[in-house]
């Protein structure tokens, strides 16, 4: 057994230990605690510089006429979506006055295996867009109607290119005229 003494030192020396080990473990808690303000720090500067930048260029343009998003997206639509080429579609018809009816006969279909020769410039904007055909089949006695159609298609904020006109008249005079149209669009893949 050891002295009263020795048990005393031994128990100082362990609560020194202790107190120390304490110690060293809060500095390096609070160490590590700091490292990451600092980088908190350094990166809330870096963001408010970029919206610094970015609010200073906003202001620059504050003035200017940019176009709409559907100007900017007219050409070559993102998104594709069959049914929504379908809907536009028949809502455009609508417009015109070409409605769904029994004498009608309106059908609209959209085919997405188009090909093109491959000398035609189509062949390469084929493979770099989703390129969609959409045929229009109606019954019409009144030709007029047609080109104001088209010329709707034209002016929407999408490419439609007419690829083909068709007309199948009948024999017996006042029956309606068969019309049967085929459009390409693009969009990106």
């Not at 009263?4 to 120390?20: C, P, R």
């Amino acid at each position: 057994m050891l002295s009263k003494k020795a048990n005393d030192i031994i128990f100082i020396g362990v609560i020194v230990l202790l107190m120390t080990g304490i110690v060293i473990g809060r500095f390096m808690a609070l160490g590590t605690m700091d490292e990451r303000i600092e980088t908190i720090e350094t990166e809330n500067q870096a963001l408010e510089a970029e919206i610094m930048g970015r609010i200073s260029l906003v202001n620059e343009y504050r003035d200017e006429n940019l176009p709409s998003a559907s100007t900017l997206s007219r050409y070559v639509p993102s998104h594709y979506s069959r049914a929504i080429l379908l809907n536009f579609v028949h809502a455009q018809l609508e417009l015109e006055g070409i409605h769904e009816t029994a004498a009608r006969n309106l059908v609209v279909n959209v085919h997405d295996d188009v090909s093109f020769p491959s000398a035609s410039r189509f062949s390469g904007l084929s493979s770099t867009f989703h390129t969609s055909r959409v045929e229009v089949r109606f019954n019409t006695t009144d030709l007029d109607e047609i080109a104001p159609f088209v010329e709707r298609l034209y002016g929407t904020d999408q490419i439609f290119l007419l690829q083909s006109v068709r007309y199948e008249v009948s024999e017996t005079e006042g029956v309606a005229i068969r019309v049967v149209m085929n459009f390409i669009t693009f969009y990106n893949t």
